[in-house]
């Protein structure tokens, strides 16, 4: 049977994109593979968190993960600081890579904008950990968001590169899951930049959180064109926003952006938009309901995810142990 591995940050509240993108597609997954699914705070750390937000944070999304659907049962959800693996395969990881592989990642340049130089050396290492984290379980599926492709191709550098330098064959090649209409979903205030939680504007964003009034009035204020939607796809080439608006339609309607166009060519957004609002609204509402419940019992979200680390530590640790005999690390008797 397939492993399966994914992670999200706790940077913040999950975004629509968040959810289109990566979470939605976990749920049935859970039911045809071993799924783990992480939490990956050290991750987060690589950019300022406040520690009581990033708690805060770490439990929100937690809770939201088993709104979505994700089930204790089915899958081994976790954090990923309380498995230490993680790490301690993450410095092998880091003797692995190269510098010149590492300077090539488009989200390190991303994120660490202009100012290079005050970038923290985590935030640059940060593909190796990932790597890590796939490949301490020997997990070959990875879903994903569009965005992460290039780190799932690091990592398998530093998984061939490794089995080479040590001539075994070792760490498997992993391949990433990347489904969805909506694989990318865009801010709604610039349609050419990715719906994100560190967004500084909130208004560039649906939370999964948000509720129905917030909902209306992000999507009401959402940039748009004065342009009627087209019948077909094809033409609405340079009109970033509304295809993303299209998109997210389709995505929560189960559709998609064709038929979406289809059925509304000739409409304007101030038609559109109030439609967009309903479907949102219906798909989300359960969601954020979940979300509420789970996080008045702080106690019993802690204890489910003692448990998935428990069992992840498990799959981990002889991985982690056979990879520091391959690497010569004297065991410890
Ligand atoms: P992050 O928020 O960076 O921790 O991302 C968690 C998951 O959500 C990853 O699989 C990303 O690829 C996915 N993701 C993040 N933002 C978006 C977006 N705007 N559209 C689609 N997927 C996204
Ligand atoms: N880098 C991913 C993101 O920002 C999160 C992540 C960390 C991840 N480790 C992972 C995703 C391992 C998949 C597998 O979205």
Same mark, same amino acid.
């Given at each position: 049977?397939?492993?399966?591995?994914?992670?999200?940050?706790?940077?913040?509240?999950?975004?629509?994109?968040?959810?289109?993108?990566?979470?939605?597609?976990?749920?049935?997954?859970?039911?045809?593979?071993?799924?783990?699914?992480?939490?990956?705070?050290?991750?987060?750390?690589?950019?300022?968190?406040?520690?009581?937000?990033?708690?805060?944070?770490?439990?929100?999304?937690?809770?939201?993960?088993?709104?979505?659907?994700?089930?204790?049962?089915?899958?081994?959800?976790?954090?990923?600081?309380?498995?230490?693996?993680?790490?301690?395969?993450?410095?092998?990881?880091?003797?692995?890579?190269?510098?010149?592989?590492?300077?090539?990642?488009?989200?390190?340049?991303?994120?660490?904008?202009?100012?290079?130089?005050?970038?923290?050396?985590?935030?640059?290492?940060?593909?190796?950990?990932?790597?890590?984290?796939?490949?301490?379980?020997?997990?070959?599926?990875?879903?994903?968001?569009?965005?992460?492709?290039?780190?799932?191709?690091?990592?398998?550098?530093?998984?061939?590169?490794?089995?080479?330098?040590?001539?075994?064959?070792?760490?498997?090649?992993?391949?990433?899951?990347?489904?969805?209409?909506?694989?990318?979903?865009?801010?709604?205030?610039?349609?050419?930049?990715?719906?994100?939680?560190?967004?500084?504007?909130?208004?560039?964003?649906?939370?999964?959180?948000?509720?129905?009034?917030?909902?209306?009035?992000?999507?009401?204020?959402?940039?748009?064109? &004065?342009? $009627?939607? *087209?019948?077909?796809?094809?033409? =609405?080439?340079?009109?970033?926003? /509304?295809?993303? !608006?299209?998109?997210? #339609?389709?995505?929560?309607?189960?559709?998609?952006?064709?038929?979406?166009?289809?059925?509304?060519?000739?409409?304007?957004?101030?038609?559109?938009?109030?439609?967009?609002?309903?479907?949102?609204? &219906?798909? $989300?509402? *359960?969601?954020?309901?979940?979300? =509420?419940?789970?996080?008045?019992? /702080?106690?019993? !979200?802690?204890?489910? #995810?003692?448990?998935?680390?428990?069992?992840?530590?498990?799959?981990?640790?002889?991985?982690?142990?056979?990879?520091?005999?391959?690497?010569?690390?004297?065991?410890?008797?």
């Amino acid at each position: 049977m397939n492993r399966v591995f994914s992670g999200i940050q706790p940077s913040g509240v999950p975004t629509l994109g968040n959810y289109l993108g990566a979470i939605r597609n976990w749920v049935p997954l859970q039911h045809t593979a071993e799924c783990l699914f992480c939490i990956v705070d050290m991750h987060a750390i690589t950019q300022r968190q406040d520690p009581r937000e990033l708690l805060a944070n770490t439990r929100e999304m937690a809770a939201s993960l088993l709104a979505c659907g994700l089930s204790p049962d089915r899958c081994v959800l976790f954090v990923q600081s309380h498995v230490a693996a993680h790490a301690q395969l993450a410095w092998v990881f880091n003797c692995i890579a190269r510098l010149g592989w590492l300077n090539r990642m488009t989200q390190f340049k991303d994120k660490a904008g202009k100012d290079r130089e005050a970038a923290s050396t985590g935030l640059y290492v940060y593909p190796n950990l990932m790597a890590a984290d796939i490949l301490v379980y020997h997990a070959t599926q990875v879903p994903v968001g569009d965005d992460q492709r290039q780190h799932l191709e690091l990592a398998n550098d530093i998984a061939e590169k490794f089995n080479h330098d040590y001539g075994v064959d070792f760490f498997p090649h992993v391949e990433p899951l990347i489904q969805g209409v909506a694989a990318r979903v865009m801010s709604l205030r610039d349609g050419t930049r990715k719906m994100s939680k560190s967004d500084p504007s909130d208004q560039s964003r649906i939370n999964l959180n948000d509720d129905s009034d917030t909902i209306a009035n992000k999507i009401k204020r959402a940039t748009t064109d &004065a342009d $009627l939607l *087209p019948d077909n796809l094809a033409a =609405l080439e340079g009109r970033a926003e /509304a295809r993303n !608006l299209v998109g997210i #339609l389709a995505a929560v309607t189960g559709s998609t952006p064709e038929a979406v166009l289809a059925a509304h060519a000739g409409k304007g957004f101030g038609a559109f938009k109030p439609m967009l609002t309903d479907a949102l609204v &219906a798909h $989300l509402g *359960p969601i954020r309901a979940g979300m =509420l419940r789970l996080l008045e019992d /702080a106690p019993a !979200l802690d204890t489910a #995810l003692r448990l998935g680390a428990e069992k992840a530590e498990a799959m981990a640790e002889p991985i982690l142990k056979r990879a520091y005999e391959i690497v010569g690390f004297l065991a410890r008797r």
